[in-house]
């Protein structure tokens, strides 16, 4: 754009009241609050601790632009106080869900071992009752060749006796006494 399409700077001032030089650094809503109720100057940034001046009341009709910029500024406001509320709340729900997937894997690696350790605890049992199943099985072994062995002693005995019987009948003319 050429210098001469360029707007000019405007400067505004309150009616019957310039404005020195070294005002410049003074913000919109120091200025409003100096000045008469009647001005048209509406601060568009209110700062803490500095009240906005109060216009008179228009009439029907007319647009109140004061009004107008408090609402704007009560809803961005509100709009900033409600983000403000959404980050934190987001802040506190990322956490709980965070803490949450943690207990959750805690719980699932704590639920694996005891799975692992109630797996072992299977095993062992199961290899307890083989051991126990081969003992009674042993045992009973042992009882069939105890019961054999009875057998076999009881029938050797016997055939001693009768071999002892015959003998006897057999010697008998030996040993007899010449009395």
Do not use: Y
């Not at 709009?79 to 709980?96: G, L, N, T």
């Not at 005891?114 to 045992?139: G, V």
């Amino acid at each position: 754009m050429p210098n001469s399409a360029q707007r000019p700077a405007i400067t505004v001032r309150p009616a019957g009241r310039d404005i020195p030089a070294d005002d410049a650094w003074r913000s919109s809503s120091e200025l409003a609050a100096g000045l008469p109720s009647n001005s048209k100057i509406v601060p568009l940034f209110v700062e803490p601790g500095i009240s906005p001046p109060r216009l008179a009341d228009v009439g029907p009709g007319e647009t109140d632009w004061p009004a107008a910029l408090d609402l704007i500024r009560d809803v961005g406001d509100r709009v900033r106080r409600a983000r403000d509320f959404a980050q934190e709340v987001s802040r506190q729900s990322q956490s709980i869900i965070r803490r949450s997937l943690k207990q959750t894997e805690e719980a699932e690696r704590r639920a694996e071992a005891a799975e692992a350790s109630a797996a072992a605890a299977i095993a062992r049992a199961e290899r307890a009752e083989e051991l126990a199943r081969l003992s009674e099985a042993r045992a009973k072994l042992a009882e069939k060749q105890a019961e054999a062995a009875k057998a076999e002693e009881a029938e050797a005995q016997l055939w001693l006796r009768r071999v002892h019987a015959s003998l006897k009948d057999e010697f008998k003319d030996l040993t007899e006494d010449p009395t």
